[in-house]
């Protein structure tokens, strides 16, 4: 009996990963083709952080209920996946303070205002290196190294062709981040993926310790990371390159130092830049493409790839799987666009 071909999944940052490591929780056979490189994912500072992203965007009500939908989901996938969740105390210092806790509580989240400072609990991190390699070692041989050279149908599935290999494909899912489309795709999805607008960002890693939880400020965010710390970070829409910028990183610190209220003192600092995608309307691009049957995607998450992650991967498995979509992925539906 001849077994069926795998989904195959062209990516392997965190969204390419959690539909993997979801699809995979279900019983499903996949292939993740990874090109290789360090991605967005990578160059983040993990945070699972709806009040903080729904009160410093100004969201909507349904924007911060998809956030905090993501986060709820984050313990149950973290223990499947040997990823450590940190839950610490976020706090927010300077600025509007009162803004934000008004903010933050108008969308239901738990907020305590104590001077110019706003801390609350409903907010985790993860260090995206550990998260990643965790779900690297739970899909094993699973993730194969490769760039994808071209994609065609083929009888029911997908074609997939690296330059070393040809993998058949029952479902082929697009988490390629902020790169190009791969030549081959039906038009109405090479034009949803060219429409993605790429946003570089910038971040700091730090040996010394900073901060024992995240703190966030105007202009920066201090968290922590393993012994050290994550500063943080520029969105520089329209940029692609990556090299770090030594003016920005100097804004980032200064900025830094004011958050936490200290006088800035010698940092020894590893500069990292990465470009991620974000939609027209900063939703992400989640479940079946269109153009073509068996064709999903998982892209555009703007700066919220993390927190959205195992969201995303349960959207794109239930599109693959034939489930009646929730009101959730009706909001990130490719074809809405």
Known sequence: MTSSPPIV????????LCAAVELRRRGRSVVVV?????????VAAGMIAPAMEAAIDAASPAHAALLRAGRDLWPDFAQAAGIVLARRPAEWRGGDAAGMAARMRALGFQARLDGDRVVTDEDCQVDPGQALAAMRRTL?????????????????GWRVTTADRTLDAQALVLATGADGAPAGLPEAARR?????????GQIGITKQS???????????????????????????PGRRDTAPDAAAGERLLQAAWRVLN??????????????RGASSDGLPLAGAAPGGPGLF???????????????????????????????????LDPGRF
């Open 9 to 16: 999944i062209v990516g392997a940052g965190v969204l390419g």
């Open 34 to 42: 990874d090109p290789g490189e360090t991605n967005a994912s990578a």
């Open 140 to 156: 094993g041989e699973a993730v194969v190294a490769g760039r994808v050279e071209a994609v065609a149908r083929a009888d029911d």
């Open 192 to 200: 949803l993926i060219e429409a993605i607008q790429p946003i570089r």
């Open 210 to 236: 900073l901060a024992d939880h995240v703190v966030r400020g105007p202009g920066a965010y201090v968290a922590p990371m393993g012994p050290g710390a994550v500063v943080g970070a520029t969105m520089e």
């Open 262 to 275: 200290r006088t800035p003192g010698t940092l020894e600092v590893e500069w990292r830049a990465g470009v």
């Open 297 to 331: 995607m998982a892209l555009a998450p703007r700066r919220n790839g993390w927190l959205l992650g195992p969201l995303i991967g349960g959207v794109v498995a239930d599109a693959i799987e034939g489930r009646a979509a929730s009101p959730h992925a009706r909001a």
